[in-house]
T-cell receptor, first 118, second 110 residues
Framework: GAVVSQHPSWVICKSGTSVKIECRSL??????MFWYRQFPKQSLMLMAT?????????EQGVEKDKFLINHASLTLSTLTVTSAHPEDSSFYIC??????????????FGPGTRLLVL | SQQGEEDPQALSIQEGENATMNCSYK?????LQWYRQNSGRGLVHLIL?????REKHSGRLRVTLDTSKKSSSLLITASRAADTASYFC??????????FGAGTTVTVRA
């Protein structure tokens, strides 16, 4: 149980285009989803927290107009990198927690999406 | 923001040996969690220890927590080649947001 998927697993795009990444909880309802960014050989940095049906909360230094997050249902959150530039190239990972489940403090992570902007 | 510091940054051991890594943090926490990440993959949740717990076991994993020193350790006993990965500690300060440490890269030699 507690499986989270991400799509696509990798994407290459041209500078200036927008890229959408999907995060789905497959067998539980994700009351909260989190988006992280990870640079090579570095740790994960929390970008934003999204709760179903409400606006995402962004961490300091993360541009909300650049990284659009939508959490339209209890099983799906999307991250759209708008007008992507080479410096946006990174590994994006989502996680989800089941606020009604027994293990409310545990986050279940997706496999990540590698973005390369040329 | 990142509040965890981990050491060592990298660890190379022989199969069958034990691996110990440490994590220190700065602020009060509700719980501390350990995750494993294989190269280029997502994170796998290993174990969660609450602030009122001092030690926890799960299979070959043993985690300790010392809130007075704001530190935690992860011990992997009888390591296997499949344990080769990066290990991260993450703290939850009671808002479900996780703040990750820098990670320890563990290499288990056959």
């Amino acid at each position: 149980g507690a499986v989270v998927s991400q799509h696509p697993s990798w994407v290459i795009c041209k500078s200036g285009t927008s890229v959408k990444i999907e995060c789905r909880s497959l067998d539980f309802q994700a009351t909260t989803m989190f988006w992280y960014r990870q640079f090579p050989k570095q740790s994960l940095m929390l970008m934003a927290t999204s709760n179903e049906g409400s606006k995402a909360t962004y961490e300091q230094g993360v541009e909300k107009d650049k990284f659009l997050i939508n959490h339209a249902s209890l099983t799906l959150s999307t991250l759209t990198v708008t007008s992507a530039h080479p410096e946006d190239s990174s590994f994006y990972i989502c996680s989800a927690r089941d606020g009604s489940g027994r293990h409310q403090e545990t986050q279940y992570f997706g496999p990540g999406t590698r973005l390369l902007v040329l | 923001s990142q509040q965890g510091e981990e050491d060592p940054q990298a660890l190379s051991i022989q199969e069958g040996e034990n691996a110990t890594m440490n994590c220190s943090y700065k602020t009060s926490i509700n719980n501390l969690q350990w995750y494993r990440q294989n190269s280029g993959r997502g994170l796998v949740h290993l174990i969660l220890i609450r602030s009122n717990e001092r030690e926890k076991h799960s299979g070959r994993l043993r985690v300790t927590l010392d809130t007075s020193k704001k530190s935690s350790s992860l011990l992997i006993t009888a390591s296997r080649a499949a344990d080769t990965a990066s290990y991260f500690c993450a703290t939850d300060a009671n808002d479900y947001k996780l703040s990750f440490g820098a990670g320890t890269t563990v290499t288990v030699r056959a």
